[in-house]
């Protein structure tokens, strides 16, 4: 009897881990699917702020595959993992409480499983109210070249001609032009423009030769900043002769036009730089130097007046690789 009990006992379990078993959803293709498909980047990311200007909309495309999406945010310059992130269900995502004074980076990617999401796509930056990003007004590349005329007289041109590293600066040095010092360019990350002279020599006499900003790119209208340095002038069986010098430079205008032989350029920079040299034993001299720079083309018109007389060098083609 005893047998006969324990043998029913032992049926009934088994039939209920039986219907356990087929009440329970069962699909044994679904980890096979996961681990095979490739969850598609979203694409098309963009970020803007709002009429508000302490909100801001990220926007994207839905690439068919995606259904849900992680943004990640932070102050500009985060590292990726540190951010704050937060969930959608559409291809987009408003932020509010942002300060107007910061920038910030927004990377964006797909979720198409509980445990599988695309790339991350980003840096998106916002950048804070009233900061001008650096562009490129003046493009460097051996090769490129920039022909300005006087008077409908075309001049050597100003052509880029090697590259060479100074106290770990990368210049862009121009053919040499005759009775002038050897001249290079270099740009720095922000958009700051050096302007580097050699020394120069001719005959028995040496100028030292200069290094000062000639472009800020990114400031806006009425921003001035000064270089300074010494030029010193040496002439064999003469002491040195050295002239104290400021360079002031403003910006003048921003997103202007400029008309000149090789035709019309738009989004210009004007900036005005007036030098002052003084010495001991010289009288002072001002010189003031306009440029017109245009973004993507470089510089495409130069005035300069000294001592009332003033020269207009004119943009009459340029070459750019």
Known sequence: MKAINFLRALMFAVSILFI????????????????????????NVT????????????????NGDQHSWQVQYG???????????????????IFTGLLETAGYDFYVRSQCFENQYSNWIGPITVPPLGVITTEEYWPRAQQNQWIFSV?????????????DVINDNTYYTFQLIDGEPIRRIRKSAVGDYFDRYDDY???????????????????????????????????????????SVEVVSTILERGASVTVP??????????KRVKTATSLTLPTTVTTTTYWFAKNHG??????????VITIEKLAAHILY
């Open 20 to 43: 356990s078993c087929e009440d329970e959803p069962v699909d044994p293709q679904t980890s096979i699917e996961n681990t095979n498909v490739v969850c598609s980047d979203p694409s």
């Open 151 to 163: 008077d409908n007289v075309n001049q050597q041109p100003w052509k880029i001609v090697s590259t």
């Open 262 to 271: 090789s035709g019309t350029f738009n989004d210009v920079i004007i900036v």
């Open 201 to 243: 020599t001719d005959a028995d006499t040496t100028i030292s030769g200069n290094e000062t900003i000639i472009l800020k790119d990114y400031l806006p209208v009425n921003s001035s900043w000064t270089n300074t340095y010494t030029e010193t002038t040496t002439t064999i069986g003469l002491p040195p002769e050295d002239l």
């Open 299 to 308: 510089p495409v018109q130069v005035q300069t007046e000294i001592d009332g």
């Open 75 to 93: 102050n500009s310059g985060f590292v990726l993992g540190s951010g704050t992130t937060v969930y959608s269900n559409a291809p987009s995502k």
């Open 47 to 62: 970020a803007t702020r709002s009429t508000n200007t302490t909100m801001a909309t990220v926007l994207w495309d839905d």
